[in-house]
C-alpha cells in the first residue's frame, strides 16, 4: 500500500530552486508530524525538516535558511521549498509520516531522526549541477 507520494524533483542549476510535495494517503493519520529526509550516494539517509500538526518545524543545519517546509492540513500535505540550491543537495529526497500523537503539542520539536517515522514515499531526485 502507498502511504505518501512525493513529486516536484529534476534537475536545476546551482542557485536554483524547486518547489517538493508530498499527499499522504487516508490510511496516514492527518495529525501526523510529516518530514523529509533525503539521501544521496553511499551516504546515510538524514533529515532535513519537519513540521507538526501544531506548525512547529525543525530544520538541520544544511537546509536552515535555504529551505522551507510547509504543510496544508486540510490534505495532510507537505511542502519543500529549496532555494539557493548546491550540488550538495543532490539526492533522492523521501517523505515520512508518524508520531501524530505528539505532533499535537504545542511547541514540541519533531525529530530529524528516521527510526521516528513509520510512513514512507518513494522518494522523488533532485540533481544540482554546478
Known amino acids: 500500500q502507498v502511504h505518501m507520494v512525493e513529486s516536484g524533483g529534476g534537475s536545476v542549476q546551482a542557485g536554483g530552486s524547486l518547489r517538493l510535495s508530498c499527499s499522504a494517503s487516508?490510511?496516514?493519520?492527518?495529525?501526523?508530524?510529516l518530514a523529509w529526509f533525503r539521501q544521496a550516494p553511499g551516504k546515510a539517509r538524514e533529515g532535513v525538516a519537519a513540521?507538526?500538526?501544531?506548525?512547529?518545524?525543525r530544520y538541520s543545519d544544511s537546509a536552515r535558511g535555504r529551505f522551507t517546509v510547509s504543510r496544508d492540513n486540510a490534505k495532510t500535505t507537505l511542502y519543500l521549498q529549496l532555494s539557493n540550491l548546491e550540488p550538495e543537495d543532490t539526492a533522492m529526497y523521501y517523505c515520512?509520516?508518524?508520531?501524530?500523537?505528539?505532533?499535537?503539542?504545542?511547541?514540541?520539536?519533531?525529530?530529524?531522526?528516521?527510526?521516528?517515522?513509520?510512513?514512507w514515499g518513494q522518494g522523488t531526485q533532485v540533481t544540482v549541477f554546478a
Open positions: 515520512a509520516a508518524g508520531l501524530s500523537g505528539l505532533g499535537k503539542i504545542s511547541n514540541w520539536e519533531p525529530p530529524l531522526d528516521k527510526s521516528a517515522y513509520r510512513y
Open positions: 513540521m507538526t500538526i501544531a506548525g512547529t518545524t
Open positions: 487516508q490510511s496516514v493519520d492527518s495529525a501526523s508530524t
